[in-house]
């Protein structure tokens, strides 16, 4: 049978995200601080500029003409 998961595991896990957490805080406030800026886009708006060009993919060798 499989073990459940102790407690100590799962405060562990808690510990890294609370880590990354702070983290990211920590390097989103310095990247403010040096004159950065926070662009809020759209819900919906894509990033993509260029949506025309080859939809297929070639494998291998060109084939002769």
């Known amino acids: 049978m499989a ?3 102790s407690s100590a595991n799962k405060r562990g ?6 880590e990354s957490r702070e983290a ?8 403010l601080a ?3 800026k926070i662009e809020q886009i759209p819900k919906g ?4 500029t260029n949506t025309a ?4 993919i070639t494998l291998g ?3 002769r003409a």
């Open 53 to 56: 060009g080859p939809k297929h």
């Open 3 to 5: 073990k459940k998961a």
């Open 24 to 31: 990211i805080e920590a390097q989103v406030q310095a990247f």
């Open 45 to 48: 708006v894509s990033g993509q």
């Open 34 to 36: 040096n004159g950065g």
């Open 13 to 18: 896990k808690e510990t890294v995200s609370t």
């Open 61 to 63: 060798k060109k084939p």
